[in-house]
Protein backbone atom coordinates (compact mmCIF):
# COMPACT_ATOMS: atom_id res chain seq x y z
CA UNK A 1 0.00 0.00 0.00
CA UNK A 2 1.05 3.29 -1.01
CA UNK A 3 0.59 6.85 0.60
CA UNK A 4 -0.83 7.90 -2.38
CA UNK A 5 -3.19 5.31 -2.71
CA UNK A 6 -6.89 5.85 -3.15
CA UNK A 7 -8.26 4.45 -0.01
CA UNK A 8 -11.84 3.58 0.56
CA UNK A 9 -12.85 2.93 4.67
CA UNK A 10 -16.50 0.85 4.66
CA UNK A 11 -18.13 1.94 7.95
CA UNK A 12 -17.38 4.74 10.58
CA UNK A 13 -17.97 2.74 13.62
CA UNK A 14 -15.31 2.36 16.45
CA UNK A 15 -13.18 0.33 14.45
CA UNK A 16 -13.42 3.10 11.04
CA UNK A 17 -12.62 5.87 13.62
CA UNK A 18 -9.46 4.45 14.53
CA UNK A 19 -8.36 3.19 11.41
CA UNK A 20 -9.00 6.51 9.83
CA UNK A 21 -6.55 8.26 12.54
CA UNK A 22 -4.17 5.75 11.92
CA UNK A 23 -3.84 6.02 8.42
CA UNK A 24 -4.34 9.86 8.83
CA UNK A 25 -1.26 9.62 11.30
CA UNK A 26 0.82 8.18 8.90
CA UNK A 27 0.21 9.84 5.73
CA UNK A 28 -2.34 8.44 4.43
CA UNK A 29 -3.91 11.76 2.46
CA UNK A 30 -6.10 10.13 0.35
CA UNK A 31 -9.28 8.65 1.91
CA UNK A 32 -13.02 8.17 1.46
CA UNK A 33 -15.23 6.92 3.93
CA UNK A 34 -18.47 5.18 3.10
CA UNK A 35 -21.02 4.88 5.33
CA UNK A 36 -24.41 3.98 5.21
CA UNK A 37 -25.91 6.58 7.56
CA UNK A 38 -26.93 9.76 5.64
CA UNK A 39 -24.36 11.96 7.84
CA UNK A 40 -21.47 11.01 9.84
CA UNK A 41 -22.90 12.29 13.25
CA UNK A 42 -25.42 9.47 13.10
CA UNK A 43 -22.29 7.07 12.67
CA UNK A 44 -22.08 5.15 15.83
CA UNK A 45 -18.13 5.46 17.22
CA UNK A 46 -17.45 8.29 15.35
CA UNK A 47 -15.89 9.86 19.07
CA UNK A 48 -17.61 13.46 18.12
CA UNK A 49 -14.84 13.76 15.71
CA UNK A 50 -15.75 14.24 11.86
CA UNK A 51 -13.03 14.50 9.64
CA UNK A 52 -12.72 16.55 6.68
CA UNK A 53 -12.04 13.89 3.66
CA UNK A 54 -14.25 13.08 1.00
CA UNK A 55 -17.34 11.09 1.79
CA UNK A 56 -19.99 8.40 0.16
CA UNK A 57 -22.84 8.30 2.84
CA UNK A 58 -26.76 6.47 2.49
CA UNK A 59 -27.65 3.39 0.63
CA UNK A 60 -25.62 3.77 -2.00
CA UNK A 61 -22.24 3.72 -0.02
CA UNK A 62 -20.76 1.00 -1.53
CA UNK A 63 -21.53 1.59 -5.25
CA UNK A 64 -18.42 2.56 -7.37
CA UNK A 65 -16.10 0.21 -5.46
CA UNK A 66 -13.66 0.53 -8.54
CA UNK A 67 -12.78 3.98 -7.77
CA UNK A 68 -10.32 3.01 -4.96
CA UNK A 69 -6.55 1.19 -4.71
CA UNK A 70 -7.52 -0.16 -1.53
CA UNK A 71 -10.75 -1.09 0.40
CA UNK A 72 -10.81 -1.47 4.18
CA UNK A 73 -13.44 -3.41 5.29
CA UNK A 74 -15.21 -2.68 8.66
CA UNK A 75 -16.49 -5.73 10.63
CA UNK A 76 -20.20 -5.25 10.28
CA UNK A 77 -19.64 -4.99 6.49
CA UNK A 78 -19.60 -8.47 5.11
CA UNK A 79 -16.54 -9.57 3.35
CA UNK A 80 -19.05 -11.91 0.99
CA UNK A 81 -21.12 -8.85 -0.43
CA UNK A 82 -21.30 -8.84 -3.93
CA UNK A 83 -20.29 -5.32 -4.66
CA UNK A 84 -16.85 -5.45 -2.32
CA UNK A 85 -16.44 -9.04 -3.96
CA UNK A 86 -16.55 -7.18 -7.78
CA UNK A 87 -13.98 -4.95 -6.74
CA UNK A 88 -11.68 -7.72 -5.23
CA UNK A 89 -12.05 -9.59 -8.81
CA UNK A 90 -11.17 -6.44 -10.60
CA UNK A 91 -7.62 -6.58 -8.74
CA UNK A 92 -8.70 -4.08 -5.78
CA UNK A 93 -6.86 -4.43 -2.55
CA UNK A 94 -9.66 -5.89 0.13
CA UNK A 95 -7.83 -5.10 3.42
CA UNK A 96 -9.43 -4.68 7.20
CA UNK A 97 -7.71 -2.86 10.53
CA UNK A 98 -7.28 -6.39 11.55
CA UNK A 99 -5.42 -7.38 8.45
CA UNK A 100 -3.40 -3.81 8.74
CA UNK A 101 -2.47 -4.91 12.75
CA UNK A 102 -1.29 -8.33 11.61
CA UNK A 103 0.89 -7.45 9.01
CA UNK A 104 2.46 -4.25 11.01
CA UNK A 105 2.67 -5.94 14.77
CA UNK A 106 6.16 -6.36 16.02
CA UNK A 107 5.43 -8.58 18.69
CA UNK A 108 3.40 -11.78 19.59
CA UNK A 109 -0.28 -12.30 19.63
CA UNK A 110 -2.56 -14.64 21.56
CA UNK A 111 -6.26 -14.46 19.89
CA UNK A 112 -9.26 -15.82 20.66
CA UNK A 113 -12.59 -17.06 19.30
CA UNK A 114 -15.18 -19.35 19.78
CA UNK A 115 -19.36 -19.15 19.86
CA UNK A 116 -18.83 -17.97 23.09
CA UNK A 117 -16.37 -16.45 26.28
CA UNK A 118 -13.92 -15.03 24.11
CA UNK A 119 -14.03 -11.96 25.83
CA UNK A 120 -14.08 -13.60 29.00
CA UNK A 121 -10.63 -15.73 28.40
CA UNK A 122 -9.07 -13.11 26.24
CA UNK A 123 -9.48 -10.78 29.85
CA UNK A 124 -8.42 -13.43 31.78
CA UNK A 125 -5.12 -13.97 30.32
CA UNK A 126 -4.76 -10.02 30.26
CA UNK A 127 -5.29 -10.13 34.04
CA UNK A 128 -3.53 -12.92 35.44
CA UNK A 129 -0.38 -11.84 32.64
CA UNK A 130 -0.68 -8.12 34.76
CA UNK A 131 -1.18 -9.69 38.14
CA UNK A 132 2.13 -11.65 37.65
CA UNK A 133 4.35 -8.75 37.13
CA UNK A 134 4.04 -8.27 33.41
CA UNK A 135 2.73 -5.15 33.25
CA UNK A 136 5.71 -3.60 35.05
CA UNK A 137 7.21 -3.49 31.86
CA UNK A 138 6.45 -0.27 29.99
CA UNK A 139 3.76 -0.92 26.81
CA UNK A 140 3.89 -4.47 27.55
CA UNK A 141 0.32 -5.77 27.42
CA UNK A 142 -2.39 -4.76 25.19
CA UNK A 143 -5.77 -6.28 25.06
CA UNK A 144 -8.22 -5.56 21.89
CA UNK A 145 -9.84 -6.90 18.87
CA UNK A 146 -13.69 -7.26 19.26
CA UNK A 147 -13.48 -6.61 22.99
CA UNK A 148 -14.28 -3.12 22.42
CA UNK A 149 -11.00 -1.35 21.70
CA UNK A 150 -9.61 -1.68 18.37
CA UNK A 151 -6.01 -3.19 18.58
CA UNK A 152 -4.67 -0.81 15.73
CA UNK A 153 -5.67 1.89 18.25
CA UNK A 154 -2.39 0.95 20.00
CA UNK A 155 -0.44 -0.72 17.07
CA UNK A 156 2.29 2.58 17.60
CA UNK A 157 2.87 1.35 21.28
CA UNK A 158 3.78 -1.71 20.72
CA UNK A 159 7.45 -3.36 20.55
CA UNK A 160 8.69 -6.74 20.25
CA UNK A 161 8.73 -7.39 23.84
CA UNK A 162 4.68 -6.88 24.13
CA UNK A 163 2.33 -8.86 24.32
CA UNK A 164 -1.26 -8.41 22.10
CA UNK A 165 -4.12 -10.49 23.41
CA UNK A 166 -6.93 -10.14 20.62
CA UNK A 167 -10.56 -11.35 20.70
CA UNK A 168 -11.58 -12.40 17.34
CA UNK A 169 -14.57 -12.37 15.94
CA UNK A 170 -15.60 -14.48 12.64
CA UNK A 171 -16.57 -10.99 11.22
CA UNK A 172 -12.80 -10.25 11.89
CA UNK A 173 -11.38 -13.52 10.46
CA UNK A 174 -13.37 -14.00 7.30
CA UNK A 175 -10.49 -12.27 4.56
CA UNK A 176 -7.27 -12.62 7.23
CA UNK A 177 -4.09 -14.40 5.90
CA UNK A 178 -2.53 -14.38 9.15
CA UNK A 179 -2.66 -16.15 12.24
CA UNK A 180 -1.72 -15.52 16.10
CA UNK A 181 1.40 -16.98 17.99
CA UNK A 182 -0.96 -19.03 20.17
CA UNK A 183 -4.27 -19.77 19.21
CA UNK A 184 -7.37 -20.49 21.40
CA UNK A 185 -10.14 -22.17 20.29
CA UNK A 186 -13.03 -22.51 22.24
CA UNK A 187 -16.41 -23.74 21.06
CA UNK A 188 -18.03 -23.97 18.02
CA UNK A 189 -21.34 -23.80 17.24
CA UNK A 190 -24.19 -21.35 15.15
CA UNK A 191 -24.23 -18.00 15.76
CA UNK A 192 -24.48 -14.53 13.84
CA UNK A 193 -26.82 -16.46 11.28
CA UNK A 194 -28.01 -13.04 10.64
CA UNK A 195 -24.64 -12.17 9.17
CA UNK A 196 -23.50 -15.44 7.35
CA UNK A 197 -25.69 -17.44 5.04
CA UNK A 198 -25.18 -20.45 6.88
CA UNK A 199 -23.44 -22.64 9.60
CA UNK A 200 -20.61 -23.74 7.30
CA UNK A 201 -20.18 -19.65 6.29
CA UNK A 202 -19.67 -19.30 9.62
CA UNK A 203 -17.04 -21.81 10.77
CA UNK A 204 -15.54 -21.17 7.83
CA UNK A 205 -14.73 -17.83 8.88
CA UNK A 206 -12.96 -18.86 11.74
CA UNK A 207 -10.11 -20.68 9.96
CA UNK A 208 -7.47 -18.03 9.77
CA UNK A 209 -7.21 -18.50 13.62
CA UNK A 210 -4.98 -21.81 13.42
CA UNK A 211 -4.25 -21.91 9.63
CA UNK A 212 -1.82 -19.85 8.89
CA UNK A 213 -0.06 -20.83 12.23
CA UNK A 214 3.61 -22.00 12.09
CA UNK A 215 5.74 -24.84 13.39
CA UNK A 216 6.39 -23.35 16.76
CA UNK A 217 3.22 -21.62 17.14
CA UNK A 218 0.87 -22.80 19.39
CA UNK A 219 -2.87 -23.82 18.97
CA UNK A 220 -5.35 -24.69 22.32
CA UNK A 221 -8.67 -26.45 21.33
CA UNK A 222 -11.69 -27.49 23.55
CA UNK A 223 -11.86 -31.06 23.00
CA UNK A 224 -15.20 -31.24 24.27
CA UNK A 225 -16.47 -29.31 20.87
CA UNK A 226 -16.39 -31.93 17.74
CA UNK A 227 -15.67 -29.31 15.00
CA UNK A 228 -12.32 -28.60 17.41
CA UNK A 229 -11.09 -31.49 15.45
CA UNK A 230 -11.48 -30.13 11.91
CA UNK A 231 -9.39 -27.16 12.89
CA UNK A 232 -6.56 -28.85 14.45
CA UNK A 233 -6.24 -30.70 11.06
CA UNK A 234 -5.43 -26.75 9.76
CA UNK A 235 -2.69 -25.74 11.55
CA UNK A 236 1.17 -26.69 11.75
CA UNK A 237 1.67 -25.50 15.19
CA UNK A 238 1.70 -27.63 18.66
CA UNK A 239 -1.58 -28.39 19.43
CA UNK A 240 -2.94 -28.32 22.84
CA UNK A 241 -6.14 -30.38 23.91
CA UNK A 242 -7.86 -28.78 26.56
CA UNK A 243 -11.42 -29.22 28.96
CA UNK A 244 -13.18 -27.43 31.87
CA UNK A 245 -12.37 -30.97 33.89
CA UNK A 246 -8.52 -29.77 33.59
CA UNK A 247 -9.35 -26.86 35.81
CA UNK A 248 -9.98 -29.22 39.19
CA UNK A 249 -6.75 -31.34 37.97
CA UNK A 250 -3.99 -28.28 38.04
CA UNK A 251 -5.79 -25.81 40.81
CA UNK A 252 -7.90 -28.07 42.91
CA UNK A 253 -10.76 -27.13 45.01
CA UNK A 254 -9.85 -23.56 44.48
CA UNK A 255 -12.95 -20.42 44.62
CA UNK A 256 -12.98 -19.59 41.24
CA UNK A 257 -14.85 -15.90 41.04
CA UNK A 258 -16.19 -16.34 38.00
CA UNK A 259 -20.04 -17.68 38.00
CA UNK A 260 -21.55 -20.36 36.98
CA UNK A 261 -19.68 -24.14 35.23
CA UNK A 262 -19.30 -22.83 32.06
CA UNK A 263 -16.98 -20.42 33.05
CA UNK A 264 -14.60 -23.19 33.60
CA UNK A 265 -13.70 -23.45 29.77
CA UNK A 266 -12.52 -20.10 29.91
CA UNK A 267 -10.22 -21.08 32.84
CA UNK A 268 -8.72 -23.83 31.67
CA UNK A 269 -7.22 -22.42 28.02
CA UNK A 270 -6.13 -19.28 30.07
CA UNK A 271 -4.19 -21.26 32.36
CA UNK A 272 -2.66 -23.37 29.44
CA UNK A 273 -1.75 -19.83 27.88
CA UNK A 274 -0.21 -18.70 30.84
CA UNK A 275 1.89 -21.67 31.20
CA UNK A 276 3.32 -21.51 28.14
CA UNK A 277 4.19 -17.99 28.90
CA UNK A 278 5.53 -19.70 31.99
CA UNK A 279 3.64 -17.54 34.74
CA UNK A 280 4.13 -19.06 38.72
CA UNK A 281 0.56 -21.28 39.68
CA UNK A 282 0.38 -19.13 42.65
CA UNK A 283 -0.13 -16.30 40.39
CA UNK A 284 -2.95 -17.55 38.49
CA UNK A 285 -4.43 -18.68 41.30
CA UNK A 286 -4.95 -14.63 42.20
CA UNK A 287 -6.49 -13.77 39.75
CA UNK A 288 -8.94 -16.55 39.33
CA UNK A 289 -9.90 -16.43 43.01
CA UNK A 290 -10.63 -12.20 42.37
CA UNK A 291 -11.86 -11.46 39.32
CA UNK A 292 -15.71 -11.62 38.49
CA UNK A 293 -15.78 -11.21 34.88
CA UNK A 294 -16.74 -8.70 32.37
CA UNK A 295 -19.46 -6.23 32.25
CA UNK A 296 -22.80 -7.51 31.05
CA UNK A 297 -21.39 -11.44 31.03
CA UNK A 298 -23.42 -12.54 33.98
CA UNK A 299 -22.74 -9.93 35.73
CA UNK A 300 -23.69 -9.28 39.81
CA UNK A 301 -25.83 -6.36 40.24
CA UNK A 302 -26.96 -6.12 43.49
CA UNK A 303 -28.84 -8.19 46.12
CA UNK A 304 -32.31 -6.64 47.16
CA UNK A 305 -34.64 -8.19 49.46
CA UNK A 306 -32.36 -11.12 49.05
CA UNK A 307 -32.76 -11.95 45.60
CA UNK A 308 -29.30 -11.70 43.37
CA UNK A 309 -29.86 -9.77 40.26
CA UNK A 310 -27.25 -11.01 37.40
CA UNK A 311 -27.12 -8.72 34.18
CA UNK A 312 -26.07 -10.97 31.11
CA UNK A 313 -27.19 -8.48 28.14
CA UNK A 314 -23.87 -9.90 26.16
CA UNK A 315 -25.92 -13.63 25.81
CA UNK A 316 -27.73 -12.76 22.20
CA UNK A 317 -27.60 -16.31 21.28
CA UNK A 318 -28.85 -19.88 23.02
CA UNK A 319 -25.78 -21.74 23.96
CA UNK A 320 -24.90 -18.62 26.22
CA UNK A 321 -28.14 -18.14 27.85
CA UNK A 322 -28.60 -22.06 28.45
CA UNK A 323 -24.89 -21.73 30.28
CA UNK A 324 -26.27 -18.56 32.38
CA UNK A 325 -29.37 -20.73 33.43
CA UNK A 326 -27.18 -23.58 34.90
CA UNK A 327 -24.94 -21.16 36.44
CA UNK A 328 -27.04 -21.34 39.75
CA UNK A 329 -28.70 -25.04 40.47
CA UNK A 330 -29.19 -24.15 43.92
CA UNK A 331 -31.25 -21.42 43.72
CA UNK A 332 -34.33 -21.09 42.45
CA UNK A 333 -34.72 -18.83 39.61
CA UNK A 334 -36.48 -16.00 37.21
CA UNK A 335 -35.16 -15.67 33.45
CA UNK A 336 -36.16 -12.78 31.21
CA UNK A 337 -35.39 -13.51 27.60
CA UNK A 338 -36.13 -12.23 24.12
CA UNK A 339 -35.19 -9.78 21.74
CA UNK A 340 -34.08 -9.20 18.22
CA UNK A 341 -33.53 -11.66 15.36
CA UNK A 342 -30.32 -13.32 14.94
CA UNK A 343 -31.42 -16.71 12.76
CA UNK A 344 -31.05 -18.79 15.98
CA UNK A 345 -32.46 -22.31 16.64
CA UNK A 346 -34.07 -22.21 20.41
CA UNK A 347 -34.87 -25.85 20.24
CA UNK A 348 -32.01 -26.52 22.75
CA UNK A 349 -32.74 -23.87 24.75
CA UNK A 350 -36.62 -24.95 25.08
CA UNK A 351 -35.31 -28.30 26.44
CA UNK A 352 -33.12 -26.66 28.82
CA UNK A 353 -36.04 -24.11 29.81
CA UNK A 354 -38.08 -27.21 30.74
CA UNK A 355 -34.78 -29.36 32.35
CA UNK A 356 -34.05 -26.74 34.80
CA UNK A 357 -36.26 -27.39 38.14
CA UNK A 358 -34.86 -24.78 39.41
CA UNK A 359 -36.13 -22.39 36.91
CA UNK A 360 -39.27 -20.99 38.14
CA UNK A 361 -40.49 -18.16 36.36
CA UNK A 362 -39.45 -17.30 32.39
CA UNK A 363 -40.73 -13.58 31.29
CA UNK A 364 -40.26 -13.11 27.87
CA UNK A 365 -39.80 -10.18 25.58
CA UNK A 366 -39.95 -8.74 22.13
CA UNK A 367 -39.83 -9.69 18.80
CA UNK A 368 -38.43 -13.23 19.65
CA UNK A 369 -40.37 -14.11 22.32
CA UNK A 370 -43.46 -16.12 20.27
CA UNK A 371 -40.61 -18.31 19.25
CA UNK A 372 -38.91 -18.88 22.86
CA UNK A 373 -42.28 -19.55 23.55
CA UNK A 374 -42.58 -22.17 20.54
CA UNK A 375 -39.55 -23.76 21.24
CA UNK A 376 -40.33 -24.30 25.24
CA UNK A 377 -43.99 -25.74 24.58
CA UNK A 378 -42.85 -28.13 22.40
CA UNK A 379 -40.08 -29.19 24.46
CA UNK A 380 -42.46 -29.13 27.38
CA UNK A 381 -45.23 -31.54 25.30
CA UNK A 382 -42.24 -33.76 24.56
CA UNK A 383 -39.48 -34.21 26.98
CA UNK A 384 -41.98 -33.03 30.00
CA UNK A 385 -45.18 -34.02 31.72
CA UNK A 386 -48.12 -33.53 30.83
CA UNK A 387 -49.70 -29.66 31.64
CA UNK A 388 -52.41 -28.53 32.23
CA UNK A 389 -54.68 -25.99 31.73
CA UNK A 390 -54.24 -23.77 27.95
CA UNK A 391 -51.23 -20.75 27.13
CA UNK A 392 -48.76 -19.07 29.64
CA UNK A 393 -49.44 -20.98 32.58
CA UNK A 394 -48.29 -23.41 35.25
CA UNK A 395 -46.73 -26.45 34.05
CA UNK A 396 -46.83 -29.41 36.59
CA UNK A 397 -43.25 -28.30 38.26
CA UNK A 398 -44.32 -25.13 38.68
CA UNK A 399 -42.99 -23.11 35.65
CA UNK A 400 -44.46 -19.78 34.69
CA UNK A 401 -44.58 -18.42 31.43
CA UNK A 402 -45.33 -14.08 31.46
CA UNK A 403 -45.41 -12.42 28.73
CA UNK A 404 -44.55 -8.39 28.53
CA UNK A 405 -44.63 -5.90 25.92
CA UNK A 406 -41.28 -3.65 27.28
CA UNK A 407 -38.00 -4.59 29.10
CA UNK A 408 -39.14 -2.06 32.51
CA UNK A 409 -42.31 -3.71 33.08
CA UNK A 410 -40.50 -7.46 32.50
CA UNK A 411 -37.95 -6.61 35.09
CA UNK A 412 -40.36 -5.26 37.09
CA UNK A 413 -42.23 -8.33 36.67
CA UNK A 414 -39.81 -10.26 38.04
CA UNK A 415 -38.68 -7.90 41.28
CA UNK A 416 -42.68 -9.01 42.42
CA UNK A 417 -42.41 -12.17 41.84
CA UNK A 418 -38.65 -13.25 43.44
CA UNK A 419 -38.34 -14.10 46.41
CA UNK A 420 -35.65 -14.58 49.06
CA UNK A 421 -32.89 -16.44 47.76
CA UNK A 422 -33.72 -16.92 44.17
CA UNK A 423 -31.91 -15.56 41.48
CA UNK A 424 -32.84 -13.10 38.16
CA UNK A 425 -30.79 -13.42 35.48
CA UNK A 426 -31.54 -11.37 32.28
CA UNK A 427 -30.01 -13.67 29.73
CA UNK A 428 -32.05 -12.76 26.26
CA UNK A 429 -30.62 -15.09 23.94
CA UNK A 430 -31.15 -12.79 21.16
CA UNK A 431 -30.21 -9.57 20.03
CA UNK A 432 -31.36 -6.71 21.54
CA UNK A 433 -31.77 -3.84 18.29
CA UNK A 434 -35.54 -4.22 18.16
CA UNK A 435 -35.54 -1.72 21.94
CA UNK A 436 -31.89 -0.99 22.26
CA UNK A 437 -29.33 0.28 20.39
CA UNK A 438 -26.73 -2.51 21.24
CA UNK A 439 -26.52 -4.95 24.30
CA UNK A 440 -24.76 -2.59 26.39
CA UNK A 441 -27.37 0.04 26.22
CA UNK A 442 -29.45 -3.23 27.10
CA UNK A 443 -27.28 -4.06 30.19
CA UNK A 444 -26.99 -0.60 31.74
CA UNK A 445 -30.79 0.01 31.54
CA UNK A 446 -31.46 -3.33 33.34
CA UNK A 447 -29.14 -2.26 36.24
CA UNK A 448 -30.50 0.86 36.34
CA UNK A 449 -34.17 -0.68 36.77
CA UNK A 450 -32.30 -3.11 39.44
CA UNK A 451 -31.22 -0.39 41.08
CA UNK A 452 -34.05 1.70 41.70
CA UNK A 453 -35.52 -1.30 43.59
CA UNK A 454 -33.08 -0.79 46.75
Known sequence: MQKTDKIAILGYGTEGVALYEYLNAHGFKDITICDQKESLEDAEGKGGKVPKVKLRLGKNYLKNLSDFDVIFRSPGIKYLDPEIQKAKKSGIEISSATKLFFEKCPCK?????????????????????????????????????????????????????SIVILELSSFQMQDLDMSPHISIVLNTTSDHMDYHKNVAEYLKAKEAIVKYQKKDDYAIFNKDYPYNKRYAKLTKAKKIFISAKDVKKKFGDIKIALPGPHNLENVAPAAKVCEILKVPKNRMIKTLETWHGLEHRLEFVEEINGVKYYNDSFSTNPPSTIAAIKSFPENNMILIAGGSEKFSDFTELGKEIVAQKNLKVVILIGQMADRIEEAILKA??????????????????????????????????????????????????????????NYKERGKKFKEIVRSFR
Open 109 to 161: IIGVTGTKGKGTTATLITKILENAGNSGKKNSIFLGGNIGVPAIEFLDKLNKN
Open 380 to 437: EKKYGEKKSGKGFEKFPRILLLIRRDNFDDAVFEAYIRAKSGWVVTMSPAAASFDMFK
